[in-house]
């Protein structure tokens, strides 16, 4: 692997730049004409422009990206995380034109990127799921469902992902108002409106598992991350490892991860999604085929780079190690910085007049940004990522506590003040939270 394209923007394509630069590789990155002055842009070998600002008529643009990886001599592609990391697609057309895929077959791509079928599959090999109901086409079947589940319930959409399509329902008049809302929703952004309805699960935890897998059938986890911190559906905050969870439960939700993974014969690096409920059960939410936002926290406590491990595995390479030789040692967290309201995570885009990021050991910062970014309404509000390890919990809350505060950014609201809050919240310092703390903490989450 001589060049790799990276068909991404932001803090992701500058973490996916340090690692190639880091083993000799070449890079070329895309932008948009609204992302032209990013940091990822001139930090790359070469750069391309790919379009007009929104995704549709950029980053989304399949044959444009292959066709510029073509143009500068990219023998790979690396997709990042969402975009068209889980485009089974386009994964397709780069191996057609005899592109390396840094990542798994399309063909797992896109069995795991519906939501039923991928229900489906790990019942049929005896993993878990939460009980629900897969054919669900009108109003009159889903209240038919919701009744024979148990209220509550959740809509979902089958090709769905970042809480987009979901909704919780009470009752049955929940259900028939959020149906045809959640119907829409999924067919704007995801261009298929099946949906499916699963009990809903509360108080629950969500947990994860990173697998990494090579085509000699080898699997192996990397322990789990906490990811229970949500708004909206979506992360804020993850910890590896987790602290909620026994180690009975930690020992079979990694047996459980790499049983979802042998079955679809998975390769390259993934993660398996599991909701835990209160008393520790828990059941397979989905399995996300692609490098995950929340990864360093993984790379922390293993002393591992995912992103090198990717691009061993899309060259055929096996794991070089065992199972035995992973080793969870101290303690890691990771803290989403988005330009947003801190208290209705509302957007807020601008000009950053100021960015000052904390430089002390332990802690690492991903950033897409730099002083003088304008931050548009275009693209997700993520801006940077705080990553804080140590020894064990109580030096990581210690010193995460004072990298945020250290942070400085002016021009733009950010939700620091928000993860400064969780950070003083008694049930999240004892390790004893779940997905709803930030409602029960007065967010609109």
Avoid at 73 to 78: F, M
Avoid at 109 to 131: E, S, W
Avoid at 253 to 279: C, K, R, S, W
Wanted: with cysteine; glycine share 8%; aromatic share 6%.
């Amino acid at each position: 692997m001589q060049k790799v394209l990276i068909a991404n923007r932001g803090e992701i394509a500058r973490r996916i730049i340090r690692t190639c630069q880091e083993r000799g590789v070449k890079t070329v990155a895309v932008y948009s004409e609204a992302d032209k002055d990013l940091p990822y842009v001139s930090a790359a070998d070469e750069s391309r422009c790919i379009g007009e600002p929104p995704v549709a008529k950029s980053y989304l643009q399949m044959d444009k990206m292959i066709e510029v990886a073509k143009e500068v001599g990219a023998d790979a592609i690396h997709p990042g995380y969402g975009l068209l990391s889980e485009n089974d697609e386009f994964a397709r057309k780069v191996i057609q034109e005899g592109i390396i895929w840094i990542g798994p077959d399309p063909e797992v791509i896109a069995l795991m990127g519906d939501k039923v079928v991928a229900r489906q599959t790990m019942q049929n090999v005896g993993v878990p799921v939460v009980p629900g109901a897969d054919q669900i086409s009108t109003i009159e079947d889903a209240v038919q469902a919701a009744e024979q589940i148990g209220l509550p319930v959740m809509i979902k959409a089958s090709a769905g992902g970042g809480g987009i399509g979901m909704y919780v329902c009470h009752t049955l008049e929940d259900v028939k108002q959020f149906f045809p809302t959640a119907q829409s929703r999924a067919k704007a952004y995801f261009g298929n409106d099946r949906l499916f309805i699963e009990k809903w699960v509360s108080p629950s935890r969500h947990v994860e598992v990173q697998i990494i897998a090579d085509a000699s059938g080898q699997v192996l986890h990397l322990y789990e991350r906490e990811c229970s911190v949500q708004r909206r559906n979506q992360k804020v905050i993850e910890e590896s490892l987790s602290p909620s969870i026994s180690s009975e439960t930690r020992i079979r939700l990694h047996e459980m991860a790499i049983q979802a993974a042998q079955a679809v014969q998975y390769t390259g690096v993934g993660t398996v999604e599991f909701l835990v409920g209160p008393n520790d059960e828990f059941y397979f939410l989905e399995m996300n085929t692609r490098l995950q936002v929340e990864h360093p926290v993984t790379e922390c406590i293993t002393e591992l780079d995912l992103v090198s491990l990717q691009l061993d595995l899309a060259m055929g390479n096996n794991i070089p190690f065992s199972q035995d030789e992973v080793r969870a040692k101290g303690h890691a967290m990771e803290f989403r910085i988005c330009a947003e309201d801190p208290k209705q995570f509302i957007p807020s885009p601008g000009k950053i007049s100021r960015f000052r990021i904390p430089k002390e050991k332990g802690i690492r910062v991903d950033a897409g940004v730099k002083e003088g970014s304008v931050v548009t309404p275009f693209y997700d509000s993520l801006i940077a990522k705080c990553i804080v390890s140590g020894s064990n919990r109580e030096e990581v809350l210690e010193k995460s506590k004072q990298a945020l505060q250290s942070f400085e950014i002016e021009g733009i609201k950010t939700n620091i003040p928000t993860l400064i809050r969780v950070l003083e919240e008694s049930k999240f310092v004892q390790g004893n939270y779940h997905t709803q703390l930030l409602k029960e903490m007065g967010y609109k989450a």
